[in-house]
């Protein structure tokens, strides 16, 4: 069997550290862009949204939302009917840079997909829209407290 994680891996570090580096610049620190995109796409997510949305725990989102927060990208607030509800909106400093973000990930995007036709990409992305799926299942296993039987 191939290693396709060990390519997917590979791809997906190379990208992160690319953009850690970009994003120095607008006092972004490693990682805190992915949170930032999600909030700023989803104005009024939750905290433990934000977390599903990119796989991580609720700790290590939390960490990274509330430095967030400190830098002036984003801010809590009170659900208007449930108070205990914190909800996320990026702030005008967040917005800002948003587009910056974004413009990174549509040229990361172009740059990995060089050389393959449409036809390729969009059978690509179902693909590993399919092995997403499948390693969520396990994620949500494991994230409850399970076990994976080898």
Partial sequence: MKEILREIG???RALDSISNIGFTEYDLTRGQYLYLVRICENPGII???????IKVDRTT???AIKKLENNGFVAKKDDVENKKIKKLFPTEK?????????R??????SVALDGFSESEAETMFHLLERVRK???KDWEYVKKGNKRIY
Avoid: C, T, W
Wanted: charged share 30%.
């Fill in 61 to 63: 989102a939390s960490r």
């Fill in 10 to 12: 590979m791809i997906a």
């Fill in 47 to 53: 905290q433990e949204k934000v977390a599903e949305l």
């Fill in 94 to 102: 967040g917005r800002q840079v948003y587009p910056f973000i974004k």
């Fill in 104 to 109: 990174e990930n549509d040229y990361s995007n």
């Fill in 134 to 136: 499948n390693v969520e």
